[in-house]
């Protein structure tokens, strides 16, 4: 949820963030409303509780032959009080719900409008050029015995897919890569739950807009994440954290689910869009001052990768309304796919500033002339740094004329030294 003293204090400001996004500014006056009678039920209800309390001493003292009529009075304030308190649940919801409508505020220059909106900030490379006809990634992965997307579908059916030999230990090679690079960065490895409770899901922002991405388990109340980043933005939930030593910074490898709602038709070859993927997700807690910073760091993290293993990329600032309700700015890094001719989002990264540890209610202390003063929301960040879809690039990129393909430098001490990957016969 956004500041409610920015909501209250500058609302054009929320205004402006939310048409950015594509959004009505409708949202915001709603939500004002919805503030200003949760507060007015709140205080009538607690002005009939004092009520309440000083007539109950009033009984206490009063004649024998007064109590009856107070007693009656006592009783008629207490079903007051009591419709008082339902006010004050409904207002609640209600203020929640509309609250629940305003997205993060967007950074300033954040481009505004919808997905073909975004900024590209920069290039790296010359797209991969060949002088025989490219194979696609799955024709590539068949004929190294890496793919199995037949197989995947009878099992589990259409989305579903076996990585097989070489296909196995390539993304283990990538997401070995990849947590060395967050290690050696400062990131604590962990392997977090992949089933969360609804309270850490909305609190990162999941079940809004993008509630029907999600797997749900009825029987469990419990929800399949799509990404690290919602287990490790509620590791810290209800909390106060020490950020005196700096940022506190985590990787997550993890299994993740998607149900790819509303891609019907898209992407359907291949592992490009599927609904279980490995993915290291980078996810930091630090002071809203410093995220900007932090963000360009996670930035610099996956664009040393990707030129590492030699790919082509180009890094996008994603326009508002594609952002999410969480994110303030998400920047993605995108691979050439040769048989594509187009760049593909292969890394994300979000600066979420301080809205997920408003829900999540996770603080910090900030330090004014050195004296601890009242506890605030710290900012939160994420990022990919590898997950499945690499491979496709990495297939299509280093590919040979005879269908075999050139193992990136930086992965050979994790597939044993392994240069080229060949044909299976």
Same mark, same amino acid.
């Given at each position: 949820?956004?500041?409610?003293?920015?909501?209250?204090?500058?609302?054009?400001?929320?205004?402006?963030?939310?048409?950015?996004?594509?959004?009505?500014?409708?949202?915001?006056?709603?939500?004002?409303?919805?503030?200003?009678?949760?507060?007015?039920?709140?205080?009538?209800?607690?002005?009939?509780?004092?009520?309440?309390?000083?007539?109950?001493?009033?009984?206490?003292?009063?004649?024998?032959?007064? &109590?009856?009529?107070? @007693?009656?009075?006592?009783?008629?304030?207490?079903?007051?009080?009591?419709?008082?308190?339902?006010?004050?649940?409904?207002?609640?919801?209600?203020?929640?719900?509309?609250?629940?409508?305003?997205?993060?505020?967007?950074?300033?220059?954040?481009?505004? %409008? #919808?997905?073909?909106?975004?900024?590209? @900030?920069?290039?790296? +490379?010359?797209?991969?050029?060949?002088?025989? *006809?490219?194979?696609?990634?799955?024709?590539? +992965? *068949?004929?190294?015995?890496?793919?199995?997307?037949?197989?995947?579908?009878?099992?589990?059916?259409?989305?579903? =897919?076996?990585?097989?030999?070489?296909?196995?230990?390539? *993304?283990?090679?990538?997401?070995?890569?990849?947590?060395?690079?967050?290690?050696?960065?400062?990131?604590?490895?962990?392997?977090?739950?992949?089933?969360?409770?609804?309270?850490?899901?909305? %609190?990162? %922002?999941?079940?809004?807009?993008?509630?029907?991405?999600?797997?749900?388990?009825?029987?469990?109340?419990?929800? !399949?994440?799509?990404?690290?980043?919602?287990?490790?933005?509620?590791?810290?939930?209800?909390?106060?954290?020490?950020?005196?030593? #700096?940022? &506190?910074?985590?990787? +997550?490898?993890?299994?993740?689910?998607?149900?790819?709602? %509303?891609?019907?038709?898209?992407?359907?070859?291949?592992?490009?869009?599927?609904?279980?993927?490995?993915?290291?997700?980078?996810?930091?807690?630090?002071?809203?001052?410093?995220?900007?910073?932090?963000? !360009?760091?996670?930035?610099? !993290?996956?664009?040393?990768?990707?030129?590492?293993?030699?790919?082509? =990329?180009?890094?996008?600032?994603?326009?508002?309304?594609?952002? +999410?309700?969480?994110?303030?700015?998400?920047?993605?890094?995108?691979?050439?796919?040769?048989?594509?001719?187009?760049?593909?989002?292969?890394?994300?990264?979000?600066?979420?500033?301080?809205?997920?540890?408003?829900?999540?209610?996770?603080?910090?202390?900030?330090?004014?002339?050195?004296?601890?003063? &009242?506890?605030?929301? @710290?900012?939160?960040?994420?990022?990919?740094?590898?997950?499945?879809?690499?491979?496709?690039?990495?297939? *299509?990129?280093?590919?040979?004329?005879?269908?075999?393909? @050139?193992?990136?430098?930086?992965?050979?001490?994790?597939?044993?030294?392994?240069?080229?990957?060949?044909?299976?016969?």
């Amino acid at each position: 949820m956004i500041d409610l003293a920015l909501l209250r204090d500058n609302p054009d400001l929320v205004k402006r963030s939310q048409e950015a996004r594509g959004e009505s500014a409708d949202t915001v006056d709603a939500a004002i409303e919805a503030d200003r009678a949760r507060r007015a039920a709140i205080t009538a209800f607690e002005e009939l509780r004092a009520a309440q309390n000083a007539h109950g001493k009033t009984v206490a003292s009063a004649p024998k032959e007064d &109590k009856p009529a107070l @007693v009656a009075q006592a009783k008629e304030l207490s079903d007051r009080v009591k419709a008082a308190q339902q006010a004050v649940t409904a207002a609640e919801e209600a203020a929640d719900a509309a609250l629940a409508r305003i997205e993060n505020i967007v950074i300033d220059g954040v481009p505004a %409008g #919808g997905e073909e909106n975004f900024v590209t @900030v920069r290039t790296h +490379g010359e797209p991969a050029s060949f002088d025989f *006809e490219p194979l696609d990634h799955l024709a590539l +992965g *068949e004929k190294l015995g890496a793919i199995d997307m037949e197989r995947g579908t009878k099992v589990s059916g259409s989305r579903f =897919y076996f990585l097989t030999g070489i296909g196995a230990r390539l *993304e283990y090679a990538l997401m070995s890569l990849a947590l060395q690079r967050a290690v050696d960065g400062g990131f604590i490895p962990m392997i977090p739950p992949t089933l969360v409770r609804p309270e850490v899901m909305r %609190g990162t %922002g999941f079940l809004g807009q993008h509630a029907d991405e999600v797997y749900k388990l009825e029987a469990d109340d419990l929800y !399949l994440v799509g990404t690290s980043e919602v287990p490790l933005a509620g590791y810290h939930m209800g909390e106060i954290l020490d950020l005196t030593a #700096g940022a &506190k910074r985590y990787a +997550g490898w993890s299994t993740c689910y998607r149900r790819e709602a %509303g891609s019907y038709g898209k992407d359907t070859r291949g592992i490009i869009r599927v609904h279980q993927f490995n993915k290291l997700e980078m996810f930091v807690y630090t002071t809203p001052e410093d995220a900007e910073a932090e963000h !360009l760091r996670l930035v610099g !993290l996956q664009e040393q990768m990707l030129q590492d293993l030699g790919l082509s =990329y180009r890094v996008i600032d994603v326009a508002a309304g594609d952002l +999410g309700s969480s994110a303030a700015r998400k920047y993605d890094v995108e691979a050439w796919v040769p048989t594509q001719g187009s760049y593909r989002e292969l890394t994300s990264t979000s600066n979420c500033t301080t809205y997920q540890a408003r829900r999540l209610d996770v603080r910090y202390r900030p330090s004014v002339d050195g004296v601890a003063s &009242k506890t605030a929301p @710290v900012a939160t960040l994420n990022g990919t740094l590898a997950t499945t879809r690499w491979i496709v690039a990495l297939l *299509e990129t280093h590919q040979r004329a005879d269908g075999s393909v @050139v193992i990136p430098e930086v992965l050979r001490p994790y597939l044993g030294g392994l240069e080229v990957a060949e044909p299976i016969a």
